[in-house]
């Protein structure tokens, strides 16, 4: 035996658990993950199989065996989720929600559709036709109506960020910041559970004409042959954790091995599977695939970054989800953690704190604290942008300089990705500091620019100039890329 295993206990954030322990005798620096094999120190409980087991619209009776629900809850769910996509599974419905505290649960919040995300008018409408009976068709005709009124592609996603070459438009990318290319691989338009603030839900109600995806590895592999200068691929969804390591390898592979793509050289993949499936990473059939192509592409020098999208420390306290993210970090991929600000989820800098804190103890790295889209059920979940900043300044003075790699408050608005540094007074006048992250011109990154102070203001295009000036200086340059 070349370790020992030491057990003992420890406490945290998350409160009491164990933890299993190598010690490697005068082998600092031995490989944890070997690729040939599984990882021998497997923390035996997080790998209880369980299966996975999906939680719909169809079968949502069933919620009752888990906790209390009310009849009023379940049919506001009902009707709720008759315009809104709503998927969870068993993993999730066990692990992460406290039942004694639903429905103020964080995370029974995030995944079960509450009455406050529709308006008053529109649940009503639905509502009305479920009392009446009223046929499916009947029902979908309104939902369908409801939906086109929620914004379904915010911020120019469809008509500005999709590539087109010799007139035709590649669907399935986006190619917004000159560095980094988004692709939607079409078998990853789905997840383990919806979250039910997702900006992305368009994607999940079976409107064929409002997907964004792509089929085409081949589209995809010419396109970055044809643009040097792109150092980034990022990989989303839906979650591209739900594809099958199989179809994940004709996406990637074709990243080392072929000499036209070795431009790219950040691999990053978006996905909320650390939270709503971890076994993805663990006792899945083809987890230690998974795995061993992570560390092929990190062995061939690739930086394999995993975007993780945490909403609450609630997310990270079982024993899967840190086995998880052990054996990702092994095969030398690094985790990311980010996520939207959300009233009645984690409106609180000490969620936050907690969370960070919780992440950088794990290895983990946050990243980005987004601003809640101006799209879906948003006049639930969304906050001023002052109350944003807020909640991050009261969380990042909590927490060391580990966890200040994070930035934000941050919107992804269609003149780019604009930070929001604070609130401050400028020459006798109240301001919103902000600046961008990532602007459609580069030119416009890290150049603080000032907003008239606004206290309800929730997205970049509610705010007006300060100082009398009458447009933002982006703003000439944003019409030569939107005309
Ligand atoms: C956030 C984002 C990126 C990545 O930006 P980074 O600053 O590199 O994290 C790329 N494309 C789009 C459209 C984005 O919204
Ligand atoms: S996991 Fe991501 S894409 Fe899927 S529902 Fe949640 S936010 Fe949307």
Request: aromatic content about 10%; proline content about 6%; glycine content about 6%.
């Amino acid at each position: 035996m070349w370790y020992k295993r030491r057990t003992f206990k420890m406490v945290n954030d998350l409160g009491r658990f164990t933890v299993n322990v190598h010690t490697i005798p005068g082998a600092a620096t031995q490989r944890e993950w070997p690729s040939e094999n599984r990882p021998r120190d497997l923390n035996e409980s997080a790998r209880q199989v369980t299966k996975f087991k999906a939680l719909t619209r169809r079968n949502l009776d069933s919620i009752s065996q888990y906790g209390n629900v009310s009849d009023d809850d379940l049919f506001a769910m009902k009707v709720v989720s008759a315009v809104l996509p709503f998927r969870t599974n068993s993993y999730v419905i066990e692990n992460l929600i406290d039942w004694d505290r639903v429905p103020d649960d964080p995370v029974y919040r995030l995944v079960f559709p509450q009455r406050g995300m529709l308006e008053e008018g529109d649940f009503r409408r639905i509502a009305d036709l479920m009392v009446q009976d009223a046929t499916p068709q009947e029902i979908d005709r309104a939902a369908a109506d409801i939906r086109t009124k929620l914004n379904p592609h915010p911020a120019g996603q469809r008509e500005f960020n999709i590539p087109r070459e010799e007139g035709e438009t590649l669907e399935g990318l986006q190619h917004k910041y000159r560095e980094t290319i988004l692709f939607f691989p079409s078998q990853g338009q789905t997840c383990h559970a919806y979250c039910t603030f997702c900006f992305r839900w368009a994607q999940f109600v079976g409107e064929k004409e409002l997907k964004i995806s792509s089929k085409d590895a081949v589209n995809l592999h010419r396109y970055i042959a044809a643009h040097p200068k792109i150092s980034d691929i990022l990989f989303t969804g839906g979650d591209p954790m739900i594809m099958k390591t199989r179809v994940m390898e004709g996406y990637m592979r074709a990243l080392i091995d072929d000499p036209a793509l070795a431009h790219v050289q950040n691999i990053r993949i978006g996905t909320k599977a650390l939270t709503f499936w971890p076994h993805r990473f663990v006792n899945d059939e083809d987890a230690d695939d998974l795995l061993r192509l992570m560390e092929d592409l990190v062995r061939a020098g690739r930086h394999v970054a995993i975007m993780a999208h945490f909403n609450h420390w609630q997310e990270m306290r079982t024993e899967v989800v840190q086995e998880a993210i052990r054996r990702i970090r092994s095969t030398g991929a690094v985790i990311r953690s980010q996520a939207p600000l959300l009233a009645n989820i984690n409106n609180d800098p000490d969620i936050w704190a907690r969370m960070w804190r919780e992440q950088v103890r794990q290895g983990v790295i946050p990243y980005y604290m987004f601003v809640e889209r101006d799209t879906g059920p948003k006049q639930y979940f969304e906050l001023p942008l002052v109350r944003c900043w807020e909640v991050f300044q009261g969380a990042i003075q909590q927490v060391s300089g580990l966890s200040r790699t994070v930035r934000g408050p941050s919107m992804s608005a269609t003149p780019g990705k604009v930070e929001v540094l604070g609130v401050q007074e400028v020459a006798g006048e109240r301001v919103i500091v902000l600046r961008f992250l990532q602007g459609r011109d580069p030119d416009w990154c890290a150049r603080p620019f000032f907003a008239r102070y606004d206290p309800k203001a929730t997205w970049l295009d509610q705010l007006e100039p300060a100082f009398g000036e009458d447009k933002f200086f982006f703003e000439d340059g944003l019409r030569a890329f939107t005309a």
